[in-house]
């Protein structure tokens, strides 16, 4: 069975047809998710979904970096008593994003360290974003690394130098279907070979980044959690593992960094 670490299932592109998505991850052994809230409404509705769903499914809340001019002192206190439902598991999706910059440096930092705070006052683990913002995120959650239990980089693309800093700040690593990308993930083939069992999860961040190895390619190019299982499939080659091996441990990391009772 695989667990799945971030899924948007809250995205508009579910809303049609969520019971079959959920029945297919069943069906293809994705038998746990985690919902990312990636907006006050969005980690709002994620906690709702995950409720919906007791067993099955959980849920993060925070604020994206791209939606970090949105947040104001009412965000900050939704997060606070979003994160108290037992339905919760992580503070997140938070982090920096340069790649787009669609909120400001200064308020993706400013929003980035409120969020840290959140977790820090919570004893929360973290679900964090990064991209082309390495040294300006280390170097932030290095200062609040030893007030939170547990830290995920997900969607992992960047590079050695990088996941080095993250092991050797006790982060997890999420590894996402880019890795399936034979254009801009194949890096990432050798990278996982260094990332220790007790700190590699895998994600499909679903409706995103649908891996290129599904076959045929569905029309509507939505990824879905189903697809999980071409990513552990990916990864277990990377590391001469068999599949079974990396699904047990894949899963019972991430059922240890998110507090949850194992699913069967
Ligand atoms: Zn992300």
Same mark, same amino acid.
């Given at each position: 069975?695989l667990?799945d670490?971030g899924a948007?299932?809250?995205? #508009?592109?579910?809303? @049609?047809?969520?019971?079959?998505v959920?029945?297919r991850a !069943?069906a293809h052994g994705v038998?746990?998710m985690?919902?990312?809230? *990636? ?41 606070? #008593?979003?994160?108290?439902? @037992? ?6 999706? +938070? ?14 930092? *400013? ?18 974003? !990064? ?29 050695? #130098? ?14 996402t279907g880019w890795i399936c990308d #034979? ?9 996982? !070979?260094?990332?220790? *069992?007790?700190?590699?999860?895998i994600e499909t961040d679903a409706p995103y980044l649908l891996p290129r190895t599904v076959r045929p390619l569905p029309?509507h190019r939505r990824n879905e959690p189903m697809f999980l299982r071409h990513i552990a499939e990916e ?14 441990? +894949? +899963? ?13």
């Amino acid at each position: 069975m695989l667990l799945d670490i971030g899924a948007n299932l809250t995205h #508009e592109s579910f809303a @049609p047809d969520l019971d079959a998505v959920l029945a297919r991850a !069943q069906a293809h052994g994705v038998a746990l998710m985690v919902v990312t809230g *990636a907006s006050g409404d969005g980690s709002r509705a994620a906690m709702a979904l995950a409720r919906a769903h007791p067993g099955r499914l959980y849920a993060t809340a925070g604020v994206h970096p791209h939606h970090a001019v949105d947040y104001d002192d009412a965000t900050d206190a939704l997060l606070r #008593e979003l994160a108290a439902q @037992p339905e919760v598991r992580a503070v997140g999706e +938070t982090g920096l994003d340069y790649h787009r910059n669609y909120s400001p440096r200064e308020v993706q930092l *400013a929003v980035f360290e409120r969020q840290l705070q959140v977790a820090a006052d919570l004893g929360m683990p973290l679900f964090l974003h !990064q991209r082309d913002a390495h040294a300006d995120f280390v170097a932030l959650l290095r200062r609040y690394r030893d007030r939170v239990p547990a830290a995920v980089v997900h969607c992992f693309t960047d590079t050695r #130098e990088a996941l080095r800093d993250y092991l050797a700040l006790d982060c997890h690593i999420g590894i996402t279907g880019w890795i399936c990308d #034979e254009r801009r993930g194949t890096h990432l083939r050798e990278l996982v !070979q260094d990332i220790p *069992a007790n700190r590699l999860m895998i994600e499909t961040d679903a409706p995103y980044l649908l891996p290129r190895t599904v076959r045929p390619l569905p029309a509507h190019r939505r990824n879905e959690p189903m697809f999980l299982r071409h990513i552990a499939e990916e990864i277990a080659r990377d590391r001469s593992e068999p599949f079974e091996a990396l699904a047990a441990h +894949t +899963t019972a990391t991430a059922e240890a960094f998110f507090g949850l009772p194992s699913a069967e």
